[in-house]
């Protein structure tokens, strides 16, 4: 039997988690055979908060997608709203980490996510560690928008507009007409979606808010009626960035 959908219809109810001082965690999944997880953080330098000093790298990969804010991994991209990161496993990165604001990232990680540090690193740009080969490269993208064209293709059986977040991507920023209705009465990938902008509506129930909601659909889970209450933003995470061993 397929894994239940997981259904965060607004986000603001959450609570958020301490961790240290000025950082905090809303959690959204938490894949129960890989231990892949999905979350809310926030970074918030009034309360604290004061970005790694240390370049560092992880032995799984991490995504993040940009919510509110402006911050920094290397002093050159600047994140915000809607900016999109990969680090795949064994990349270097944090150089010159930086939060200027109140900042929130959608992070989505593989199991045993944890940063291992580099005193001395080789540069001030992204690089693999030796022992680890991406299928992907890194990629840190500030306007997404301005970088990536849109394509047509189809969500959940209807066609909607595709901004794949670089070459190959699982992930894209997918537009959705006021109207548009799902055509597909079961989900065929695993999929994971981050209302960023409008609402759906779930089956009757309202997704999104003021800020965003979340559904994670596993592959083969059966669908309700699935349509766009207004013109929509989602992020759309199709699988996992890398293979989860």
């Known amino acids: 039997m397929a894994e239940a959908p997981t259904i965060v219809a607004d986000i603001a109810a ?13 959690s959204l999944h938490v ?12 970074m918030a ?20 997608l940009g919510l509110q804010g402006r911050f920094t991994f290397d002093g050159l991209v600047w994140l915000g709203r809607a900016s999109y990161v990969l680090h795949p496993a064994g990349t270097v990165h944090g150089f010159a980490s930086a939060v200027v604001e109140d900042s929130v990232f959608l992070s989505r990680v593989g199991p045993g996510h944890k940063a291992l540090l580099v005193p001395e690193p080789e540069g001030d740009e992204m ?23 849109v394509v047509e293709a189809p969500l959940l059986g209807t066609a909607a507009r595709w901004r794949p977040l670089g070459e190959g991507s699982p992930a894209a920023l997918v537009e959705l007409p006021v109207g548009w209705v799902a055509n597909a009465a079961t989900c065929d990938a695993d999929l994971q979606i981050f209302v960023l902008d ?39 995470a199709q699988g996992t960035p890398e293979p989860i061993a």
């Open 45 to 64: 330098p009034e309360e604290g908060y004061v970005a790694p000093p240390i370049a560092h790298y992880h032995e799984t990969y991490e995504e993040i």
């Open 198 to 236: 409008g609402t759906l509506d779930f089956g009757g129930t309202r997704i999104g808010g003021v800020e965003g909601g979340f559904l994670s659909l596993p592959a083969g889970s059966a669908l309700p009626a699935i349509t766009a209450s207004d013109d929509a933003l989602l992020f759309v």
């Open 31 to 42: 894949d129960p055979q890989t231990g892949a997880r999905v979350a809310l953080i926030r």
């Open 14 to 26: 959450l609570d958020w988690r301490p961790i240290v001082p000025g950082l905090s965690a809303r």
């Open 127 to 149: 690089y693999s560690m030796p022992g680890f080969a991406p299928a992907r490269a890194a990629l840190a993208v500030g306007d997404p928008a301005g970088c990536f064209a």
